[in-house]
């Protein structure tokens, strides 16, 4: 990969980080956690309280790439056809015909995912594994890019269902947006006394140069001693005596790709161990089971995230 690519990456993450900033106030992190996971082509999951702006994050994002956005509302009596779509038979045509569902749009937002039942939930595992969707045996591609920004509310409010671990797998990266400092409330107080923001928010960028972007991402180099890092920490996890399951080599594979795009957006076209420890709880921690002891003991897989990392000595740069 050239340098003159991972300018034009950083370049387009500004514009991108920019856009989004004119609507979500103080959380410069999250919005480029969320620019890294759409460079890997992957997908978030957002755990946190209702009302911080996960709904406006995913309607920033979508209008800034120019992208069509659809929003689900998950509730326990939600069906797998309200997801996907479903053949109905036209009595005028006398034929069947096809009526899409929202998950037939670029930016997906999946609100309070876990408030479905697992039945549902699942309706998203091949969209979000393969880009496709297969509806009474017909299988139908969904138009790149695809991005599922799912919201969690945490475990232990009332009426939610634990996603499987196979679904969390699919998420690359988790984030967090937490609650505003009083100085950014006020100023979104300020700016949101007219609902006017989002609706004149302007696309920043094309879907082929997205495409562009994300292809020159997996070009940026990986030294071998960077890339055996990856592999000793996710090895770490499945070792550690903290968890009854540690990451799958997805996992690992996230890893990887985040550094590489946490890197390009820093204008550089080469990983170093630092991106590693950076996106190392984005995208590992979700994805680990802890063990009993551990969970009355109160850790958590964030903490057992930095313990792999404290225990594994990181290459020396060259």
Not at 169 to 182: A, E, H, N, T
Not at 271 to 300: C, F, Q, W, Y
Request: contains cysteine; negative net charge.
């Amino acid at each position: 990969m050239q340098a003159v690519d991972a300018i034009r990456i950083q370049e387009m993450a500004a514009k991108l980080r920019e856009n989004v900033q004119r609507v979500i106030v103080g959380k410069d992190e999250v919005i480029d956690l969320a620019i890294i996971a759409l460079l890997c082509k992957g997908h978030i999951l957002v755990e946190d309280v209702p009302g911080i702006g996960k709904t406006t994050l995913s309607k920033a994002l979508a209008q800034s790439l120019g992208c069509t956005f659809s929003r689900i509302q998950f509730t326990p009596d939600l069906m797998p056809t309200d997801v996907l779509g479903v053949n109905f038979y036209n009595q005028k045509s006398g034929d069947f015909e096809f009526r899409s569902g929202p998950i037939f749009s670029q930016v997906l937002l999946a609100d309070e995912i876990n408030r479905a039942t697992p039945r549902t939930q699942s309706a998203l595992l091949e969209a979000m594994g393969e880009r496709q969707a297969t509806i009474d045996g017909e299988t139908r591609l969904l138009k790149e890019p695809f991005l599922v920004m799912a919201t969690q509310n945490p475990i232990e409010m009332e009426g939610t269902f634990p996603l499987p671990e196979a679904q969390l797998d699919r998420f690359m990266v988790r984030i967090q947006i937490g609650y505003p400092s009083p100085e950014e409330e006020s100023d979104i107080l300020l700016r949101f006394k007219r609902d006017t923001v989002l609706a004149s928010l302007d696309a920043v960028t094309t879907e082929e140069t997205l495409r562009e972007m994300q292809n020159a991402v997996t070009e940026v180099m990986v030294d071998d001693q960077v890339r055996m890092y990856v592999v000793a920490i996710a090895q770490a996890t499945r070792q550690h005596d903290g968890l009854s399951l540690g990451v799958s080599p997805r996992a690992a594979l996230a890893l990887y790709k985040t550094s590489q795009a946490r890197a390009a957006m820093d204008g550089r076209d080469f990983v170093t161990p630092d991106d590693v420890k950076a996106m190392a709880e984005t995208a590992l921690a979700h994805r680990m089971i802890l063990t009993s002891n551990s969970r009355l003991r109160g850790r958590s897989t964030t903490q057992i995230v930095n313990d792999v990392l404290e225990s594994i000595p990181a290459p020396i740069e060259r």
